[in-house]
């Protein structure tokens, strides 16, 4: 099959959710090779090796500091919940990075394929999730002092996380449901198939409201909330004038850009995916087939890989433990 922007099913990708539709449409059964790779694709491979090697390093390393280093106080356990998320993330991510290599041609089976694409929206909520309550918890000790001495404690913390964990979960489940494998002559694909064994229309409308769902609630609702946090925190440090240090805020504002920077033009291009396939827009589909793959790279790597090296060199607490920890090895090695 030529190398065309037709041949290439947007339900093929790792990050989106993709359609409904038929990858008969768009794979040739009789051919031996279905796809052939574009540079674009080879560009996502970069991105994906470099998350994993990256992002390995920089979460593990976060992990072991947290949880041997350092006392589990309420921000380390924000911290180290990110940390896990994105490092659960990275563990799944050779398998996509086989399927991308192998001409997304699907070689783990029906049941792995469901559970790594659950996996990547667990990462997205989560990670949204608990941003959004750092936003509330920071505004809430300068709002609300006496209240957060009395009922700020660790235990709160782990509840809090717990529940982000629940809800994560929950909102993530349709993606294990729906996502399906077609297997060909000579391959499989890992795609989303909203249809199942019902109508073209009632997977439309399945596609439809979890992207709303996910647009609402995994974006624009936490969004909301770390604006909303911020403004009346600044508001009331300049009404008082309390002078207080810049430095605690410093890695959780860089986190809060960084996720946000690159997870919006994801629930775009998956807007567009939608209209794309709702209405049979060939255009929209062209367009997409480049932007895309960009778009799924970026959080992967912004989320597991840029994280961990703000919580090191921007944290001044995970910043001195790490130097500390890396000086008392070299110094046990030397003697």
Same mark, same amino acid.
């Given at each position: 099959?030529?190398?065309? %922007?037709?041949?290439?099913?947007?339900?093929?990708?790792?990050?989106?959710?993709?359609? +409904?539709?038929?990858?008969?449409?768009?794979?040739?059964?009789?051919?031996?090779?279905?796809?052939? #790779? =574009? +540079?674009?694709?080879?560009?996502?491979?970069?991105?994906?090796?470099?998350?994993?090697?990256?992002?390995?390093?920089?979460?593990?390393? &976060?992990?072991?500091?947290?949880?041997?280093?350092?006392?589990?106080?309420? @921000?380390?356990?924000?911290?180290?919940?990110?940390?896990?998320?994105?490092?659960?993330?990275?563990?799944?991510?050779?398998?996509?990075?086989?399927?991308?290599?192998?001409?997304? @041609?699907?070689?783990?089976?029906?049941?792995?394929?469901?559970? =790594?694409?659950?996996?990547? *929206?667990?990462?997205?909520?989560?990670?949204?999730?608990?941003?959004?309550?750092? +936003?509330?918890?920071?505004?809430?000790?300068?709002?609300?002092?006496?209240?957060?001495?009395?009922?700020?404690?660790?235990?709160?913390?782990?509840?809090?996380?717990? %529940?982000?964990?629940? #809800?994560?979960?929950?909102? =993530?489940?349709?993606?294990?449901?729906?996502?399906?494998?077609?297997?060909?002559?000579?391959?499989?694909?890992?795609?989303? @198939?909203?249809?199942?064994?019902?109508?073209?229309?009632?997977? &439309?409308?399945?596609?439809?409201?979890?992207?709303?769902?996910?647009?609402?609630?995994?974006?624009?609702?936490?969004?909301?909330?770390?604006?909303?946090?911020?403004?009346? #925190?600044?508001?009331?440090?300049?009404?008082?004038?309390?002078? %207080?240090?810049?430095?605690?805020?410093?890695?959780?504002? /860089?986190?809060?850009?960084?996720? *946000?920077?690159?997870?919006?033009?994801?629930?775009?291009?998956? &807007?567009?995916?939608?209209? +794309?396939? /709702?209405?049979?827009?060939?255009?929209?589909?062209?367009g997409l087939r480049f932007g895309v793959p960009i778009a799924t790279s970026l959080p992967a790597f912004m989320n597991s890989?840029?994280?961990?090296?703000?919580?090191?060199?921007?944290?001044?607490?995970?910043?001195?433990?790490?130097?500390?920890?890396?000086? @008392?090895?070299?110094?046990?090695?030397? =003697?």
């Open positions: 099959m030529e190398n065309n %922007t037709t041949a290439y099913p947007i339900s093929g990708t790792p990050l989106l959710n993709g359609t +409904s539709t038929n990858p008969t449409d768009y794979y040739d059964d009789y051919n031996d090779v279905h796809y052939v #790779l =574009s +540079s674009i694709d080879y560009f996502v491979l970069v991105m994906y090796s470099l998350t994993f090697l990256l992002g390995t390093l920089g979460n593990s390393l &976060i992990i072991w500091f947290a949880i041997f280093r350092m006392k589990m106080t309420i @921000n380390v356990i924000w911290f180290l919940n990110l940390s896990i998320v994105d490092f659960i993330f990275i563990l799944f991510l050779p398998l996509r990075l086989i399927y991308l290599a192998n001409n997304f @041609n699907w070689l783990f089976g029906h049941f792995m394929c469901k559970l =790594s694409s659950m996996v990547v *929206f667990i990462n997205l909520y989560v990670s949204v999730f608990l941003l959004a309550i750092i +936003s509330m918890d920071r505004c809430a000790s300068v709002i609300f002092p006496v209240w957060c001495r009395n009922h700020r404690t660790p235990r709160l913390a782990l509840i809090v996380v717990m %529940t982000v964990w629940i #809800l994560a979960i929950l909102f =993530s489940i349709p993606y294990f449901i729906f996502r399906d494998t077609f297997e060909g002559k000579s391959f499989v694909v890992c795609y989303t @198939n909203f249809e199942l064994e019902d109508s073209e229309d009632i997977g &439309i409308y399945r596609h439809r409201v979890t992207v709303i769902i996910r647009f609402i609630v995994g974006f624009c609702i936490p969004f909301i909330i770390i604006v909303m946090c911020y403004s009346l #925190l600044a508001v009331r440090i300049r009404r008082k004038n309390m002078a %207080t240090s810049s430095k605690p805020f410093k890695v959780i504002i /860089a986190v809060i850009i960084a996720l *946000f920077i690159c997870w919006a033009p994801f629930h775009i291009f998956a &807007i567009l995916e939608f209209h +794309s396939f /709702a209405h049979d827009d060939y255009f929209v589909l062209r890989c840029v994280n961990p090296f703000l919580y090191v060199f921007i944290g001044r607490d995970f910043r001195d433990k790490f130097w500390k920890s890396f000086q @008392n090895i070299l110094e046990k090695s030397f =003697s």
